[in-house]
């Protein structure tokens, strides 16, 4: 699958517990596949919703693994290498090749400090040391640094970039770099990360989104983008305010922050629909109550997600 | 006009100056009858784009007094009222009321550092010391503070706010700040400050815009809030991809930084258009210079700003 | 006193009010007079901690001259001229020139957006336009924007800048600031703001302090300045370590922020100290209970300070 | 040396490469030499001066290895274990554990976005995991997340923590942290990391300091570190005040951003000062140049850096 080009809904793939904190591979498989049956186009291993921040090597290994092969090459799978610099990022891509992801998704450098000219060669590096088409994943909420259009476009342009996972939360920087890519002929493929403005995404110019939500709802986000691809806009914003309103979830934990609350509410709307077996999240975070999961699960059930999802 | 819902294109009117730094007021004669003639639904005088913090408060008056007098109540001139705190606020209400403003708009406290509690007290404090309509003017770029939507939507449903200008640049607070004022029966009117991404605040729920380009082409909002209002969606995605396009004109003094950058770049295009006569600003904003203006000119007939743009 | 050089214990004096929110003139006398008898060298009024911020121009002028009367030549005074920009700082300096003064303190720029050069001309355009000796307020949590030390330097060796008060939380920065502006022959001033290290500013190079906290134990900062000069750094050391231990009233009121808790908490101590009537403070500030009351004054008795302080 | 309590000069050491890019360990042998005969009181390795966050895992277990070997008992050696989360850092742990560390330094968790919560359980995780003393890195230029002094002192009493090494340019929180440290009994070692300041530091109470400098110029913070134990403060501030001239050496790449401008211009002076071979760094940083180079020679001569420092 490596080299075509990948748009459309590409959600990040959470990663499952047991009540022993090990890697819940049922749960993962149910996941996978009620995605894929769902019509995504593809899936994002190790992102941070994979809680991959949380992982020590040997169990991203496993993960990504775990994914390509439930996913068994009917949808392209991406591998996050999410790591503080280039040379421990490549130490990651060498685990994406050997598995056969479809491309790598890399952050900015984080932790040290670096600049302009550092961002573009960390970047460069990347490129140069992998076969695999290298993606950007704009993320300044947990790299503290916000990837500039022009030299995305640029990155692109030059084939050293395949395309942009947007989680910036900056959306008028959203509609230049659609604009300045659309201008260099499309070089990127512009998929958006932010799950309640999807729609105004797709008017900016985004292929595609890569939401945590459509881990729960996945049905929801396939027929939002075929609705777009199809200029039916009332059907795009009508499914768009259906997804905002079960994005809710989330700040149901009203006194967690981040992660906890964000994949904690994810998580623990999936076992409400039967998906997955726990809530449980990699320590220290904080597991999600039961006050929480009743709240989490009236959200689900007013919005109707089904348990089997298709789209 | 107090006391309409005040919806549509409602431009932050510009300040324009004499070559001797003395308010232009046959200039902004001009400018002020083109949005009229261009169809506006309202004017926001005294706001970020107007140059307020640069104004003294003789300035002010006479500014908004010469904007209320070219309106004529032809469209309502709402009033911003921008101060440091409550008491320096209502200094600025009183003399909104007196010249008969529609509204007036507010920002959270600046300079001295205040939390939640004393946010809401200063919008209750503003509301209940006149009976103009109240705005709530969400800037944090300028007042370093988010207005949360759980607090504007509770104000809006007292009656304390009427509307909200959004130039949070926060799309994700933004839905859900339109959400929630749905589910409260919508008492606010809901106008958003990013002119790129008015489509997707239009299929977000905005009620309108309050666009510093609509100086520049007035025409181009009406005429996308228009399509908005009539569903036509690929006509709005059209006219906000050309006015996107015409906003390249703040980037093009590089070297520059915010207010000079956008502020500048507005006037020297209307002084190009022939519409007000320098691109003077308030000291100790640096005027742009010849090569400026001659790349701004450039993008305005690229895109085809009519110098009477009439909708 | 206009041109000598100020250094020492300068305190940015508070503004009482009474039980109905009136300047309290007999309370601001009794501050102002202790603070003299104790030793200071010089008073800031209109500073952040006079709740400038809150007041209206006519209340300002009644501060100011309310406190250069009960100074009475004593001590210099300076005078706060916060405000957004150039022209409404030139406002204020006006009322300061003719109050006599003996110099005004500005800013950056704030709320409107600008850059170093628009920063550097603020300063040269209030230098320009007044004959009174121009302070810098080096004050990024209110107008988040750092002065930078070549930038002062360069204006206090051209007599732009006359000193600089830095209340800038970057003890580096003012250790770089110290050096160079030793490097270039002391033209200027260097006062701290900080209240609980400027024991530590006295070894980077500080000419002396603006201490809030110095409305309250004014006799403890005269002590800790005459121990520096006299370079006793035990007793400067002893002094700080009682001045921090009485900083602690700051944070009684945890669910407080900002001005609310460290203005509320200076007055509140003053309050039991018997210095001044109440601890009303400025709508929307929330005025502290008798519960922070009760914890604040064991802290002032703990640590010693006395009513009537004397060095 | 396990579970001494550290208290003094602890510099943390910079990581040497040949031209090729590879682990310079006869540099490193000179550098780590040259400090201990400087008279350190121990070594911080796997920093975030040893470009830790650019080492791979491998890497980074070479030069823990390298550094223990060259030590061989002589002084302490702390080890980083930088990590994002607990699992990745107990990783590190176990490497730390190996090859006989004094101790291991651990930042708050970054990338993933934890509250209070998770960052008091990460620390906890980490000591109940390992008989190692523990230290908290408090360094939010980094991680951008605040440790609070009344969390450090609670796990310091507790014993989960042994130390802090404060590098948050909080010259308040730091005096804070020193005041509630003491009336809990001291149970921390408090170590500042800011070059600079460190003599506000010891009057604020810490105990020492871990100066990236410190490798060009071990000896002066020997010196200075034993004058202030000796209450010696004129030779303490006149230390400081040449170390502060020395630090000047971090601004001469003035294009270039925080790690690159940092350890390159550490790296630059011990090249000059014939400690280490080159002053090449980890891709993707730039290495200085020529100019850089003569620019920062020109500085260590005129404060007299020693190429073989004594204290």
């Known amino acids: 699958m490596t080299g075509h080009r990948i748009t459309g809904v590409v959600p990040p793939v959470l990663t499952p517990f047991t009540a022993d904190g090990e890697i819940d591979l049922p749960s993962l498989e149910r996941l ?15 992102g941070s ?25 009917r949808v392209p799978v991406l591998a996050g290498v999410i ?27 984080f932790y040290a400090i670096t600049g302009p000219d550092e961002t573009e ?33 640029r990155l692109g342009a030059e084939g050293v970039l395949t395309g942009v996972k947007d989680s ?17 002929g499309e070089p990127l493929s512009l998929l958006t990360g932010h799950e309640v403005v999807v729609d105004g995404a ?6 595609g989104s890569v939401p945590g939500l459509g881990n729960v709802d996945p049905a929801g986000y396939v ?20 997804l905002a309103a079960l994005f809710e979830i989330v700040f149901v934990p009203g006194d967690k922050v981040g992660t906890t609350a964000g994949i904690g509410a994810f998580k623990t709307a999936l076992r409400h629909l039967g998906v997955i077996e726990t809530n449980v999240m990699s320590p220290p975070m904080v597991v999600l109550n039961d006050d929480h999961a009743r709240r989490i699960g009236a959200i ?12």
Not at 202 to 207: D, E, P, V
């Open 223 to 242: 027929r939002m983008h075929r609705a777009a691809r199809d200029e039916d806009w009332v059907t795009v914003r009508a499914e768009q305010d259906r």
């Open 202 to 207: 797709y008017l900016a110019g985004a292929h």
């Open 168 to 184: 910036s939360g900056d959306d008028v920087g959203f509609r230049r770099l659609a604009m300045k890519n659309r201008a260099a």
């Open 300 to 311: 689900c059930d007013a919005v109707a997600v089904g348990a089997v999802a298709s789209a």
């Open 83 to 109: 790591e503080t610099q280039l040379e421990r990022v490549l130490t990651q891509v060498r685990v994406a090749e050997r598995l056969g992801a479809a491309g790598v998704v890399a952050t900015a450098p």
């Open 32 to 46: 996978v596949t009620r995605m894929i049956e769902a019509g995504v186009d593809g899936l994002f291993a190790l």
């Open 121 to 153: 060669a960390h970047f460069r590096g990347i490129a140069a040391a992998t076969d695999l088409p290298v993606w950007a994943y704009d993320i300044p909420v947990c790299t503290h640094l916000k990837l500039g259009a022009d030299l995305l476009v």
């Open 49 to 73: 919703s994979s809680e991959t921040a949380y992982l020590d090597d040997s169990r991203r290994v496993a993960v990504l693994e775990a994914v390509m092969g439930i996913a068994a090459g």
